[in-house]
């Protein structure tokens, strides 16, 4: 099985940065896609950024020039650059990946890590 495993939460204040780290392990033929999401308290899971193994790079317009994703693909890890951080982006949040695994090569899955909180207060 697939597993993802994220890390890098914490606590910090208004203006600081965090770097999110999520490795991917398991029976890995091909990772499609990795990104991150986020769930505030009482709010609905929103998208975040994404990367495609091309190299693509997709944000939401509430980070943009803020956050930066990349991807370490000998390490099948994805981070999140976390600068400039405000109160409003306290959430848990959550790697997922499309990954096409060696015993199934024609059927990617979706798959979520079990969350990370980021608190950002004063």
């Known amino acids: 099985q697939v597993q993802l495993v994220e890390s890098g939460g914490g606590l910090v204040q208004p203006g600081g940065s965090l770097r999110l780290s999520c490795a991917a392990s398991?029976?890995?033929?091909?990772?499609?896609?990795m990104g991150w999401y986020r769930q505030a308290p009482g709010k609905q899971r929103e998208w975040v950024a994404r990367?495609?193994?091309?190299?693509?790079?997709n944000y939401a317009d509430s980070v943009k020039g803020r956050f930066t994703i990349s991807r370490d693909n000998a390490k099948n890890t994805v981070y999140l650059q976390m600068n400039s951080l405000k109160p409003e982006d306290t959430a848990v949040y959550y790697c997922?990946?499309?990954?096409?695994?060696?015993?199934?090569?024609?059927?990617?899955?979706?798959?979520w890590g079990q969350g990370t909180q980021v608190t950002v207060s004063s």
């Open positions: 997922n990946a499309i990954i096409t695994t060696i015993a199934n090569i024609q059927g990617p899955n979706i798959h």
């Open positions: 398991g029976s890995i033929f091909r990772i499609n896609a």
């Open positions: 990367s495609i193994s091309g190299g693509t790079a």
